[in-house]
Nanobody
């Protein structure tokens, strides 16, 4: 059974940082491309960043380039999203996903506010 558990969200001031984690189980994590998505209420889920199975390739949404860094540790079946220089518009729920796997976790809420 595929399980994806996001954590690390919270309340942070504009310009601050957070590190999200995605703990994966139930599939061979090291073989899958992984991605972070985010979704605001009433809007479609949008891709934030992706990383290849070996970490050699990464991609980012234009809105987060230069501020967010995606990484993974295949020995721990965990993916990360380091978020720096956070802005109020980054306030949404963040989800992780394995490419081609139709399973989503509960997400983690990020709130950027003074």
């Amino acid at each position: 059974q595929v399980q994806l558990v996001e954590s690390g969200g919270g309340l942070v001031q504009p310009g601050g940082s957070l590190r999200l984690s995605c703990a994966a189980s139930g599939f061979t994590f090291s073989r899958y491309r992984m991605s972070w998505y985010r979704q605001a209420p009433g809007k479609e889920r949008e891709l934030v960043a992706g990383i290849s199975s070996t970490s050699h390739l990464t991609n980012y949404a234009d809105s987060v380039k230069g501020r967010f860094t995606i990484s993974r540790d295949n020995t721990k079946n965990t993916m990360y999203l380091q978020m720096d220089s956070l802005k109020p518009e980054d306030t949404v729920v963040y989800f992780c996903n394995a490419f081609g796997v139709d399973s989503w976790g509960q997400g983690t809420q990020v709130t950027v506010s003074s």
